[in-house]
């Protein structure tokens, strides 16, 4: 009887430490139990207490338990299990919770439970477990950033933070060959893009998400269809979703603002409602509509919120900084190394502006020069542009860069000087369908696509009614001749 009691008083019981031959021989030496376990053997011992050390592949969001605590989720990886396993934090305050700087910063865990609930996770209990936060990169110390209270590292942590940091140069988290940046969009495919969220807007149970990371989205090419109906309506950027002017007014005026959309709730919009959060948006497509470009989420779809810190987010800040201090590069990325000259204006020395700076000007009333594309016209017919010579009509003309696109007018008085004098329908049409980007026929017959040129343009803001300037404000084409 006493030798079964013996041995019961023996056997590993749930919450109880693995022991292992080296903990074993620490124990009898008298020094402290702390034996890191690659993930994959700890997984192999549910319901046991173990030390794990292991590089961050996802940052989860804080956000309140259904009891009283806060939780965090973060996924770990090693050598041994390089598709990670989920590690549940629990806390009194979110002060107490890991703040991970980025993914590929390395974690150990003291004490936390291997639980089995569908699949295998971890969970760190706030009574006897611990954690400490290092650094993931090569150069950097081998001293932890963030510790819990109860945290007692060893002398082998360096070593081990040494391993660890050599195996992430070589394999960082994330799939990389999935990344994207706004510059290198392309359609129907499934890619992560790192961006900053900048606002999030709910319609109907439909989510829309406006992210930027920078760059500008490739310019589309249009359908060339005879009909000149084709190129007369074209909707503008925003009017799916119209944005309050001081929500505008927070948006970058170099990059584009892409917007994703989403058919579901996710549990971090309430962190990236802030507006001051990147993420990573993992497994998501875009297509063109309009030759606007649209993000989608899929069901499969994830988001990962990240720090300003993170490798991905610090790489696309630099070459933002870089960018918007060369005068050349903050002009569009797809109209590099220079615009066409199919247009000319008069004010050559005057500065670059975007659409957006102009949108988000503090004056009504303004004048500036830019560069955009002519996507679409109205009227664009022979018989109509003919009377725009005679002062009896107005051309509406829609313009685009990366940032935004508006409507801009060319007044009747303006026509002969915008066209480069008294043309024949003939040589409008011409003069119309270059600024289209409509090609002419040759042997093979007529083109299936447009692409608009990049042409300098000079453009005056005015307003129709003073009650309302900002609601009222219209754009006027000036000083701008289009070459024969």
């Known amino acids: 009887m006493e030798e079964a009691a013996a041995r019961e008083r023996k056997r590993p019981r749930e919450g109880d430490a693995v022991p292992s031959p080296a903990a074993a021989a620490a124990a009898a030496a008298g020094k402290p139990q702390y034996v890191y376990l690659p993930i994959a053997d700890a997984l192999k011992a549910p319901g046991a207490r173990v030390y794990l ?84 990169k090569v150069p950097t110390e081998c001293i932890p950033y ?66 930027w990371d920078g760059t500008d989205t490739p310019a589309a090419e249009f359908q060339a269809i005879s009909d000149a109906e084709a190129v007369e309506s074209s909707p503008l950027y925003l009017e799916e979703a119209p944005l309050p002017r001081e929500v505008l007014c927070t948006m970058p005026c170099v990059g584009t603002v892409l917007r994703i959309f989403a058919n579901r709730y996710l549990k971090e919009v309430f962190h990236l409602q802030k507006n001051i959060y990147w993420a990573r948006f993992c497994n998501i497509t875009c297509k063109q509509e309009f030759g606007i470009w649209k993000g989608i989420l899929l069901t499969s779809s994830r988001v990962r919120l990240l720090s300003h810190e993170d490798g991905s987010v610090v790489d696309r800040l630099k070459m933002y900084d870089s960018r918007i201090t060369d005068k050349v590069h903050r002009q569009p990325m797809a109209c590099l190394p220079e615009a066409s000259n199919i247009a000319d204006v008069e004010y050559e020395t005057t500065g670059y502006t ?131």
């Open 53 to 136: 050390f292991a590089a961050i592949s996802e940052i989860g969001a804080a956000v309140r338990s259904r009891g009283t605590d806060f939780t965090l989720t973060l996924r770990i990886a090693d050598q041994s299990r390089p598709a990670g396993i989920s590690v549940t934090f629990f806390a009194d305050n979110t002060a107490l919770l890991p703040c991970v700087k980025s993914s590929g910063d390395v974690i150990s865990l003291h004490n936390v439970v291997i639980t089995m609930h569908g699949e295998f996770f971890v969970t760190f209990n706030k009574k006897f477990s611990s954690f400490a936060l290092f650094d993931g």
């Open 146 to 211: 963030q510790t819990s209270i109860k945290y007692h590292g060893t002398k082998h942590d360096n070593e081990l933070l040494t391993q660890m940091r050599t195996w992430l140069a070589y394999n960082p988290p994330g799939l990389k060959d999935l990344e994207l940046q706004l510059r290198n969009l392309k359609p129907d495919t499934t890619f992560d893009l790192v961006c900053k969220v900048l606002h999030v807007h709910e319609k109907k149970g439909e989510w829309i998400f406006y992210v």
């Open 354 to 484: 975007t659409l957006m700076e102009s949108l988000t000007h503090e004056q009504v009333t303004h004048k500036f020069k830019t560069l955009v594309r002519v996507v679409a016209a109205y009227p664009c017919r022979a018989s109509e542009l003919r009377l725009l010579m005679t002062g009896s009509y107005c051309l509406r003309l829609t313009l685009e860069d990366p940032t935004a696109r508006i409507h801009a007018y060319v007044h009747k008085d303006d026509g002969p000087k915008f066209f480069g004098g008294f043309l024949t329908a003939e040589a409008l049409i011409k003069k119309m369908n270059k600024l289209l980007g409509i090609p002419e026929e040759d042997e093979e017959g007529a083109p299936l696509t447009r692409n608009p040129p990049w042409i300098w343009c000079c453009l005056k803001s005015y307003r129709l009614d003073k009650n309302d300037p900002w609601g009222s404000r219209r754009y006027r084409i000036f000083a701008t001749e289009i070459r024969d």
